[in-house]
């Protein structure tokens, strides 16, 4: 699983913070208020995120709607685990990941554990 691409990440981040199916008109008008950009562009992209299974899409009338398949953690988490299976040494990966990990990281993965408990499902 690969990361997005700049374009991308703007457009699922503007979906995700709607909480809501939204058209490529609502998304070109979020956009524009920070870079000037096309609507044909917009749809494409939109388009190809479907393609990959991030977005669902309903047609309403002559276009479409969007909605995230997946929330953006959920999406984050999943980025994570490709990583760690491609990344060959399990182990080692994991004890470099955790030695870089900020106060406020440790913090965090220390009460993902008390949610979900290491060896058992919660």
Do not use: C
Request: proline content about 3%; overall charge positive; cysteine-free.
């Amino acid at each position: 699983m690969r990361g997005l691409g700049d374009l991308e990440s703007a457009i699922m981040d503007r979906l995700w913070s709607y909480h809501r199916p939204a058209s490529v008109r609502d998304v070109l008008d979020d956009l524009r208020r920070d870079r000037e950009i096309a609507y044909t562009t917009v749809m494409t992209v939109m388009d190809k995120l479907h393609t990959k299974g991030l977005l669902r899409r309903k047609q309403v009338g002559r276009a479409y709607v969007y909605e995230t398949v997946a929330s953006k953690a959920a999406y984050t988490a999943e980025l994570m685990r490709a990583t760690l299976t491609s990344g060959g040494n399990q182990a080692a990966t994991l004890v470099h990941f955790l030695e870089r990990l900020s106060p406020e990281e440790s913090k965090a993965l220390e009460a993902a554990l008390r949610v979900y408990p290491p060896g058992g499902r919660a």
